[in-house]
Each structure stands twice: as structure tokens, then as C-alpha cells.
């Protein structure tokens, strides 16, 4: 069976921001971690698959408020995420791209709800 659209951007954030685990505990990461840890290129690398998400998230119909909001994390992502040590820390704890698939499977899910709903102000005509 063929992925989803909606499957492979969580695919994507969960590459990104929690696709391993340290061993012996349950704090998880991903490449975004990863790349974070070299100094300068790797929040930039980190940046571009983060932007993607929230392109497609505008491309699949999301309201202006909800992109917004999937912009802001990813920038305090890439921005807070390049200072050294605390950066790093940063990304381990916040998980923007998780963040964002999450809002996006939200707003989705509460679109699918309001085309399914009648339109109530003809109901009673």
C-alpha cells in the first residue's frame, strides 16, 4: 500500500527530530540533533527539510495562522539552535518538526470535520 502524503511528512519529522533513542532512557533524536552538533552548516542543512514541511503544509490547504505558527517553530529552531551547547539542548527538548506534523494533522483533521458538518444555517430553512 501506497504511503499518504500526510505519512511521509511524519515520516519526515520523526527523521528529523526523534528516529533514535539513547539507550536507557526515553529521551529521543534525530538528525536535526545530529546536524546541529556542526558548527554552523548543520543548522542550515537542519533548516531546508524544516522549511519543507512547511511549505507542503501550505500547499495542502492549512490555514494562514496554523503556517505561521509552523514557521515560528521551525525558526526558533534553526535560530536558537545555533547556540553552541545550549542549541543542541534546544533541539533535543522542543522537536519543531514534530511540533509542526502535529499542528498539521490537527488542522486536517478539523477541516475534514467541517466539510463533513451540514451547513447548519440552511438546515432549518
Partial sequence: MAKTEIEKLDDLASFLDSHYRIPGTSIRFGWDALLGLVPGIGDIAAFGPSAFLVYKAHKLGARKRVVSRMAINSGLDFVLGGIPVLG????????????NIDLLKRE????????????????GR
Avoid: G, V
Fill in 88 to 99: 543542541d539542548l534546544f533541539d533535543l527538548a522542543f522537536k519543531a518538526n514534530n511540533r
Fill in 108 to 123: 486536517l483533521s478539523r477541516q475534514e470535520s467541517a466539510d463533513a458538518e451540514p451547513n447548519s444555517t440552511l438546515k
